[in-house]
């Protein structure tokens, strides 16, 4: 901003004449703040406010579209939260011993457990297969034979493991 721009503003802001606002911004060395100050002193508080921050017009029809730009993103993260939350409802996670399912509940329980109670459930879970239960999970979007022979793969691992150990014996 030039020292005339700066004036000018001074100026208008503290109602003075030009001439006044430039002396007293050359006073105070072209600080504007400072001669806003001496201004005051000189002529009496006036009714006036004074901040750091640039001069923004706010568009009200720029404000409603954030407004619903930000309802948007909102209803767009519950609809997709809403559809997990289905998904873990409608597949199954199983618990076997041979032919029995020993546990059945949903996927949604399953995660929530993990998420709170992590250091008890994968504890349990690692036992669990080297006690011979089998995982799975049943449904339209996990019961996939991929998913499944992940959890089979990881069931012979273990089993691998015991026959090493009690070989050793």
């Known amino acids: 901003m030039t020292h005339y721009e700066m004036a000018e503003k001074l100026a208008e802001k503290m109602n003075v004449s030009l001439e006044e606002a430039k002396a007293a911004l050359e006073a105070c060395d072209w600080e504007m703040l400072d001669a806003a100050l001496k201004l005051e002193k000189e002529h009496g508080a006036q009714e006036q406010t004074y ?12 404000r409603e579209r954030a407004r619903e730009r930000r309802r948007s993103v909102v209803n767009g993260l519950g609809d997709m939260l809403r559809s997990l ?31 709170f109670a992590f250091w008890v ?41 015991k026959e090493e150990v009690v070989g050793e014996k």
């Open 51 to 62: 901040s750091t921050r640039a001069e923004t017009q706010e568009d009200p029809e720029e």
């Open 85 to 115: 939350v289905n998904m873990g409802n409608r597949n199954r996670f199983e618990v076997r011993k041979g032919d029995e399912v020993a546990l059945e509940m949903p996927v949604l329980v399953l995660v929530l457990l993990l998420l």
């Open 121 to 161: 459930c994968v504890p349990l879970l690692v036992i669990g297969l080297f006690a011979g239960f089998r995982y799975s999970f049943s449904g339209a979007e996990l019961g996939r034979e991929s998913v499944n022979s992940a959890m089979d793969k990881a069931a012979e691992a273990v089993e691998k493991v």
